[in-house]
């Protein structure tokens, strides 16, 4: 056994381990070593045959049980539906939530309090206290509170003046899954700061495609890592559930969100049931080991052919959603579907959907159509097309997590933590996530760090752009509305850099025309991708990979600077890995920032050397995803034939390296072939 342990996971890619897994899980079924229980802290790989069993650390118990079940024999079918029901902000009133009995609201992203982007955190818990205390005024026998629902993804990122942490990606490439609880445990408490008790956290897709829009919203391509990070994030935000300051979590989406045919949003997923239990579910066993109580279910089909499925869509698949989670991992909390997800079943609607209820969706985010939702569906148990049963069975499981949470003790705004974010303890965080989550690709000559006394030169359409640093799901859904006054207590980085080396060495010019590159000791040109989210960020096949096809006038900016005896550092943020070999060519050196939020100066901190002229900081990020040497890399971006990444999944360098880069070659392509 001891042999076996010695496979306790590391930081590895998970391709090059496949076949000692193999051998191990070979090894370990014939000695019967198997560790089914798929625990959050896997001391083995092990390839398994079937949906794991799950020991949760939250457990129901006789008492909770009898409760639940008094308070449901004393509901009306109307009000077992109302708490099914999970309406958006905008589209219900306080007074509506107690006319109808419902269960949950949600805001999307862009909807905040009375519509004003620059609510305040009063403003917010005012209207959390007004949904309570219309849901526990209602003239049911036993009142149940209302929960909402936020996308609080990376911080609680739609609240004005929040501390915007660095997307997933950049904390897959941290490869510290310490600092991954740190940050779920910061982003509970910004959430309670605003009287809200759910954040729909964290996005656990093990991406095969940058193409996907929502790369940037997973971890790693390394089933294990997300494993890891789901229990450690989970365990950040709920804790027991039992604390203040802690909130219940969402792990989404179920599943193989990340795992679609060309990185397609909401596609078709056509993974083997063993790449499901295997890959696609990791993230999954990770939350649950950590007690997660809520599953949001996922958009994306699977064609499973083993059921002889046709590409199903996931939000009516009985075998995932009830038979694998609830059966066999034995899952007791609720399953959410996504935003008008259940419209997506064959036969359904956004406000109908008796499938996606019998599958196993005990909770319907059903933002606008609710109240035909609750007519349909009432007539649905009526009329035979959904058991009692089922019913009763998704509200148990609603009130189950409603009592874990102590949702009755107090209302919103009783919680220590509403209406204040401690934002210097969130900025230091968030300062210290992001030195560790961005990636040096690049550093000939060891020309960083630079001195921090010389005069640098500053361009690039991201220099001074918050919406770029932060990417999507920032104060609004796309992120790409917003202006840097949105982000009130962000620091671009090139704010970073004056507060760094003082403003008297820094000259700025987004475009650097007309400006003589001898005058600077260096060019620091920090370009980026544009905000996107979901649909919107596709990279839809045949476009290439490649950065520049997007964003031209940005390459040619450095080409005509660089050369000149003037080192040219390059930052790039991205919501994935691109194909960059020109920008890297043009590059002394590159760095890899991905969308590390509002707080900059944890990129400044490594590219300069302290006052004293010694290292203060150095890079320790190492890639989560691989990094593509051509426009049109496979759909996975791993060795495929003669085809190798430029960089493996793991690759970062730090100052002791002295590692040079030659000349790469160009693909110009402007549309790949299959
Ligand atoms: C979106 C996303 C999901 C989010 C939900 C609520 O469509 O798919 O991640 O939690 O709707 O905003």
């Known amino acids: 056994m001891a042999k076996l342990q010695e496979m306790t996971r590391k930081k590895s890619n998970y391709k090059n381990n496949i076949a000692k897994i193999a051998v191990i899980s070979l090894l370990a079924l014939q000695f019967g070593f198997i560790n089914q229980s798929a625990n959050a802290k896997p001391t083995i790989q092990t390839q398994l045959k079937d949906w794991p069993k799950i020991n949760s650390p939250i457990k129901s118990d006789a008492a909770t049980e009898a409760k639940i079940k008094s308070i449901i024999s004393t509901m009306t079918l109307r009000q077992k539906i109302g708490q099914m029901t999970q309406a958006e902000i905008r589209y219900i009133t306080p007074k509506e939530v107690q006319e109808y009995y419902i269960g949950s609201v949600l805001n999307g992203g862009g909807a905040w309090p009375a519509m004003n982007k620059h609510a305040s955190l009063d403003d917010w818990v005012a209207l959390s206290d007004a949904f309570y205390d219309a849901s526990m005024k209602t003239d049911m026998k036993n009142p149940i509170p209302i929960i909402w629902g936020i996308d609080a993804v990376h911080g609680n990122n739609n609240v004005y003046g929040a501390t915007i942490f660095p997307h997933n990606i950049g904390l897959g490439a941290a490869h510290d899954a310490k600092l991954v609880g740190e940050i779920g445990a910061a982003t509970a408490r910004a959430v309670r700061a605003t009287g809200i008790q759910w954040a729909f956290a964290p996005t656990l897709a093990v ?65 083997s049931r063993l790449e499901m239990i295997n890959k696609h579910g990791q993230g999954f066993y990770g939350a649950l080991s950590a007690g997660v109580q809520n599953i949001m279910a996922t958009y994306n089909s699977w064609d499973n052919s083993a059921l002889g499925d046709t590409a199903g869509k996931i939000h009516g698949n009985h075998e ?56 349909n569906t009432t007539k649905d148990v009526e009329e035979g097309r959904i058991p009692m049963s089922r019913i009763d069975d998704a509200v148990t499981r609603i009130l189950r997590v409603k009592m874990q949470m102590g949702l009755w003790d107090i209302k919103p705004s009783q919680s220590k933590y509403a209406g204040k974010i401690d934002t210097a303890a969130d900025q230091e965080l968030a300062r210290r996530a992001v030195r560790k989550s961005v990636v040096l690709l690049k550093n000939n000559n060891s020309v960083l760090p630079l001195a921090p006394n010389k005069k640098v030169l500053v361009i690039g359409n991201s220099a001074d752009n918050i919406s770029n640093q932060t990417g999507g799901w920032s104060v609004t859904w796309q992120g790409n509305e917003n202006t840097n006054e949105d982000f009130p207590n962000a620091t671009s980085l090139l704010k970073a850099i004056k507060a760094q080396i003082g403003e008297g060495n820094v000259t700025y010019s987004i475009d650097g025309k007309g400006v003589n590159p001898k005058d ?155």
């Open 520 to 674: 600077y000791s260096a060019i620091i040109a920090i370009v980026g991708e544009t905000p996107y989210a979901e649909t919107k960020g596709d990279l839809r096949f045949p476009a290439p990979l490649s950065y520049s096809s997007r964003f031209g006038d940005e390459i040619a900016n450095i080409e005509r600077l660089k050369g000149q005896g003037t080192p040219v550092i390059s930052v790039l943020y991205s919501g994935r890995t691109l194909y960059t070999n020109d920008l890297i060519n043009a590059s002394d050196a590159f760095v890899a920032a991905f969308l590390p939020g509002t707080e900059a100066q944890g990129i400044s901190d490594l590219l300069f050397k302290g006052k004293d002229g010694k290292i203060k900081y150095d890079f320790s990020g190492k890639l989560s995803f691989p990094w593509p040497s051509d426009a049109c890399p496979p759909a996975t971006n791993e060795p495929y034939g003669n085809y190798k990444p430029l960089f493996n999944a793991n690759y970062g360098l730090n100052y002791s390296q002295k590692t040079n880069i030659g000349k790469l070659k160009l693909d110009k392509r402007e549309t790949c072939q299959k």
């Open 207 to 271: 991406v095969q495609n940058q193409r996907w829009g929502r790369s940037y919203e997973s971890f790693s391509n390394d089933p294990y890592q997300v494993r890891e990070y789901g229990y450690e994030y989970i365990k950040g935000l709920q804790g027991d559930l039992k604390q203040d300051g802690t909130v219940l979590g969402s792990a989404k989406h179920y599943m193989g969100d990340g795992g679609t045919k060309d990185g397609i949003n909401e596609g078709q997923n056509y993974s």
């Open 320 to 375: 995932l959603l009830t038979e694998a989670l609830k059966q066999k991992m034995g899952f007791e909390g609720f399953v959410v579907s996504d935003w008008n997800g259940i419209a997506q079943v064959k036969g359904c609607a956004n406000d109908h959907c008796p499938q996606s209820i019998n599958a196993g969706v005990d909770m319907v985010m059903v933002p606008e159509d609710w109240k035909a939702f609750i007519d």
